[in-house]
């Protein structure tokens, strides 16, 4: 009988299917922002008429403006302040350099554009997290960051 104590994945690098779940709960939580940045954008722009200054503008030309702000508020804020987006946190993951240290403001621009760069080729930049010995993904390689589990007990991977 084996009596050994089971390793903590505590500080471990994680596993593509823990961050494509966090990546999928961000999406929601950025859906719900989005869209409620745009209304909130178009109740301002009606109440202030802003129409007389800058014409008929209809939210289906400033809404993919309004996102991508959104976007690159939220991630950028969430990586370099706590280290995790809620996504991330619901999952017990944090985004960390590769030497354990906090993400910077550029530094965490520079994951966010490294997204669009794992995105372009089929999301492959994104699927090499499956094969990459230290788990990290196109982005993470550019930014020298890396995802790790903050909590030790994770049942899936």
């Known amino acids: 009988m084996d009596f050994a104590a089971p390793v903590s994945r505590k500080n471990r690098?994680?596993?593509?299917?823990?961050?494509?779940?966090?990546?999928?709960?961000?999406?929601?939580?950025?859906?719900?922002?989005?869209?409620?940045?745009?209304?909130?954008?178009?109740?301002?722009?009606?109440?202030?008429?802003?129409?007389?200054?800058?014409?008929n503008l209809r939210?289906?030309?400033?809404?993919?403006?309004?996102?991508?702000l959104v976007i690159l508020v939220y991630f950028i804020y969430f990586w370099s302040l706590l280290g995790y987006t809620p996504g991330?946190?619901?999952?017990g993951l944090k985004v960390v350099r590769r030497d354990g240290s906090k993400l910077s403001?550029?530094?965490?621009?520079?994951?966010?554009?490294?997204y669009w760069v794992s995105a372009i080729p089929?999301?492959?930049g994104f699927i090499w997290i499956i094969f990459d010995h230290r788990r990290q993904g196109w982005h993470d390689k550019l930014a020298d960051t890396q995802v790790i589990y903050t909590q030790g007990d994770r049942t899936r991977e």
Not at 105 to 114: K, P, S, V
């Open 105 to 114: 403001l550029g530094r965490a621009f520079i994951r966010l554009i490294g």
């Open 59 to 68: 939210s289906t030309q400033y809404s993919p403006f309004i996102f991508s």
């Open 13 to 55: 690098p994680a596993g593509f299917i823990s961050r494509l779940e966090a990546f999928i709960a961000d999406i929601i939580v950025l859906t719900t922002g989005g869209v409620f940045a745009t209304w909130l954008f178009e109740l301002i722009f009606r109440f202030f008429s802003l129409n007389i200054i800058f014409g």
């Open 122 to 124: 089929l999301f492959f």
């Open 88 to 91: 991330k946190y619901l999952l």
